[in-house]
């Protein structure tokens, strides 16, 4: 590694304890989780390991905040107030927050310090929805005599289990709808990436959230399985692998639980016949250096017709060969390593198959020469794959894309809707009506127009395996709710405090 691998100390001041009930409390055992550096494989940080024991105490914490505390008996705009008050705070923290993201996972500092200076918008959106998102709502029943009313009340104790890719937004955009339903939280963060569910423990706490409202653990799969399993857990929302999300959805499906799930994905973009070929390589080489392509959404998948695929894997391989790949830390790099070296280990496995399934390597598919420390590999590009190849067909998780060619757009659309998921797409067309009739013939949550999109400001999620439910927006608030009918003699001052 170069000289400039250089990193900031850990920002937080308990990594060795947990965020329970208000206080962090020395966990149940002496088992810690080691975080390492991707970039220089170093060791990062040391956070606690929570147990069974530490499980059944932060469930204990939320439940009797739920049943008991004030927090789901405040009005919407209290809880507004409390979520306006963090944003603010991590606002002021974003600096910080952006140098665990980058040391935690790899990703390149300069992006981490963009795209987390507008992270604090997500508590401030939810925020704004107090005053203007139906909660209560009047309606007609048969009884002319008497009012009706929709009433959308917290589903209850939440428990939020995040991963380790981006780890902050994910937890945001799951934490600030649910706050100002109303719901409290057990935050379960990945061994991976713990860091920034401290961070918000420490945000939350400063802005005043009532104690037992957000509480914060790290445990492996096993240990969070009881999350799962536990009983006074209304509602689970999970983002992570679809194999980890059919286990939830059958555990949640035992016992009646709420559950959303945002699982993984195998995105293509289409690419019609009137678009620049190298304008969707610029695209797709853009979006792939995020996060190194360990992203659930990632564009992986090139679908295009046969006379101009040659054209594409050239202009994709061109792409690719120039991307600096280097320690994130350094601002002239623009993708840094894969976050673990297991997942270096699955991407190379990928690329192993794909050349022994007969599929093309334009580009990449090796660790780069010149860095002898991290879990790096090569932006890669496969050409002539079919559309069926094992490549094509499973998500890599990595800076991986393959070319499929196609007779025309219609079996464009039929090769893109041919996996299992459905979470993103785009398609590259100058004209508004074939991007919109694609669009309309793609199975897949979000679909971009010339560019990589995904938008949880609006909605985000998908069809198929990709998931169930929402998150952000309204539609992520609406998880986070239960529909109560109240059929009244008269309609009642609703302004009046719920406790007596």
């Excluded at 040391?103 to 107090?130: C, F, H, K, R, W």
């Excluded at 920034?196 to 096993?222: C, H, K, Q, S, W």
């Excluded at 198959?353 to 599929?359: E, I, L, N, Q, T």
């Excluded at 059929?487 to 406790?499: A, G, N, S, Y």
Aim: net charge negative.
């Amino acid at each position: 590694m170069t000289a400039a691998m250089t990193h900031a100390g850990v920002p937080i001041g308990h990594p060795e304890r947990l965020f329970i009930d208000g206080e962090w409390v020395i966990p149940s055992s002496d088992s810690r989780f080691s975080v390492i550096n991707p970039s220089s494989e170093e060791l990062y940080a040391t956070v606690a390991e929570a147990q069974a024991a530490d499980i059944h105490r932060a469930v204990a914490a939320a439940r009797t905040a739920f049943d008991h505390g004030p927090w789901p008996r405040m009005s919407h705009q209290e809880r507004a107030a409390h979520l306006s008050a963090a944003a603010a705070i991590l606002a002021r923290r974003a600096g910080e927050a952006a140098t665990i993201w980058a040391s935690e996972v790899g990703i390149v500092n300069t992006s981490a310090q963009a795209l987390v200076s507008g992270m604090p918008d997500a508590l401030s959106y939810y925020a704004g929805l107090a005053d203007s998102f139906p909660f209560i709502e009047p309606r007609q029943g048969q009884d002319p005599t008497r009012q009706a009313f929709i009433v959308r009340e917290p589903v209850g104790v939440a428990a939020l289990i995040v991963p380790w890719n981006s780890a902050l937004a994910l937890l945001l955009y799951k934490s600030s709808p649910a706050l100002l339903a109303g719901c409290t939280l057990i935050v379960k963060m990945s061994p991976e990436s713990p860091l920034d569910g401290y961070l918000m423990a420490e945000v939350f706490a400063e802005a005043g959230i009532p104690r037992g409202v957000f509480n914060v653990v790290t445990a492996d799969r096993e240990v969070s399985e009881l999350l799962v399993r536990h009983p006074d857990v209304d509602k689970v929302s999970f983002t992570g692998s679809t194999l980890a999300g059919k286990k939830i959805a059958s555990i949640c499906g035992e016992r009646i639980a709420r559950c959303t799930l945002e699982l993984g994905g195998k995105s293509a973009a289409v690419v019609l016949d009137d678009y620049d070929v190298g304008k969707v390589a610029e695209v797709i080489a853009g979006s792939t250096c995020l996060l190194t392509n360990q992203v659930c959404s990632a564009l992986s998948r090139i679908v295009v017709t046969k006379s101009r695929h040659d054209e594409m894997v050239s202009a994709l391989a061109s792409a690719f060969g120039s991307i600096r790949v280097g320690d994130p830390f350094d601002p002239t790099t623009q993708m840094g390593p894969l976050a673990m070296r297991r997942q270096r280990d699955r991407v190379e496995s990928y690329i192993e198959r794909g050349v022994s399934d007969g599929a093309v390597l334009a580009t990449g598919g090796r660790r780069p020469r010149d860095l002898n420390r991290g879990f790096f590999i090569e932006p890669t590009v496969f050409g002539d794959v079919p559309p069926d190849a094992v490549i094509a067909q499973e998500e890599i998780f990595g800076p991986v894309v393959t070319v499929t060619p196609a007779e025309n757009e219609a079996q464009a659309v039929e090769i893109a809707n041919g996996t299992p998921f459905g979470l993103n797409s785009a398609v590259f067309t100058n004209d508004i009506q074939r991007a919109y009739r694609v669009a309309r013939g793609l199975r897949a949550g979000t679909v971009g127009h010339n560019s990589f999109q995904t938008d949880f400001t609006v909605s985000f999620g998908g069809f198929k395996q990709s998931g169930i439910g929402r998150e952000g927006g309204t539609e992520g608030l609406l998880p986070y709710l239960e529909t109560k009918t109240m059929i009244l003699d008269r309609t009642p001052d609703f302004r009046e405090p719920l406790t007596s």
